[in-house]
Each structure stands twice: as structure tokens, then as C-alpha cells.
């Protein structure tokens, strides 16, 4: 008769005994990712449609442009091959970004109040200055470049 005390003792310290699993070798950029997201501010507000509105909306939308590019600096440089070059990139698109959202606010701000038609053309004005900087709002896109890079951001908690 098998006593099942023992083999129950044995199975037990079989099991503590096995080998931790291997740890994630992308563990150091999934890491920097995590700080990275961490950084990246939300914007929920939706501006209403005067030159005032719109002209804080910038305001808000320069500064967590800003955060964000302190977090991507605050992260260090990326622990994969070729990953400061696609940081290099997204800062360059953050920075041009927020000269455009600078120009854009100062296009707004001169606008008086009540002149609809200089609030329509001010509008067009930021959009066409805007164009091409779609980037600038998800810098982790142009992070995601980077193969390794982007299988950390896939990898990350929250991002």
C-alpha cells in the first residue's frame, strides 16, 4: 500500500525545486517603455469654438507635448539597437510640434472677439500649419518604429 503522505511530500518538493522560468530578454526596454508610457500625459478636452478656447487648448496640448518629451528623456536611452535614433526622431517631430502649436496660438490670440470670419480663416491657418505633424500627438508611434521597441511598448503593462 502506498502511503500518500510521502508522495504528495515528494511531488511538492519536486515542484519547489524546478527552475525559476528564464527571465524576458526584453525586460530592460520593456522597462524604459513602461516609463515612457508612464510619462505620457492625457488630453481630454475638447475646445469649444472661440479664438480664447481654442488658444488654451493649444496651451494644454504644447504643455503634455512637453511632459512627454521630458518622460522620453527622463527614460534614458533605449536599451535596444538603434533605438536613440527613432528617440532622436519622435523628439525632433515633439519639438516641431510644439513651435507649430506656438505659431498657431499667437495666429488665434490675435483674432478679436466676435470676428467669426477671422476665427474661420485662423482655423484653416492652424490646420494647414498642422499637417504633417500627426506624429507629434502619439510620439510612441514613431518609437514603435524600432522593432525591438515596438515589442516592448506590445509587451508593456498599460501602454
Known amino acids: 500500500m502506498i502511503r500518500l503522505a510521502p508522495l504528495l511530500s515528494l511531488m511538492l518538493i519536486a515542484a519547489c525545486a524546478a527552475p525559476p522560468p528564464a527571465p524576458d530578454p526584453d525586460a530592460p526596454a ?3 517603455a513602461a516609463r515612457v508610457c508612464d510619462a505620457t500625459p492625457r488630453i481630454a478636452a475638447a ?6 478656447d481654442l488658444v488654451a487648448f493649444l496651451d494644454t496640448v504644447s504643455t503634455a507635448l512637453g511632459k512627454e518629451a521630458a518622460g522620453i528623456r527622463a527614460a534614458g536611452p533605449p536599451p535596444v539597437p538603434g533605438g536613440q ?3 532622436d526622431k519622435a523628439l525632433g517631430t515633439i519639438d516641431a510640434a510644439q513651435k507649430s502649436l506656438q505659431q498657431a496660438r499667437s495666429r488665434l490670440a490675435a483674432v478679436k472677439p466676435g470676428d467669426d470670419g477671422g476665427l474661420q480663416q485662423a482655423v484653416a491657418d492652424v490646420n494647414t500649419g498642422m499637417a504633417g505633424l500627426d506624429d ?3 510620439p510612441k508611434a514613431t518609437l514603435r518604429q524600432n522593432k525591438d521597441l515596438d ?3 506590445a509587451k508593456a503593462v498599460d501602454c
Open 151 to 153: 515589442r516592448a511598448f
Open 30 to 32: 520593456i522597462a524604459w
Open 85 to 87: 535614433a527613432v528617440v
Open 136 to 138: 507629434a500627438g502619439d
Open 47 to 52: 475646445p469649444q469654438q472661440t479664438s480664447a
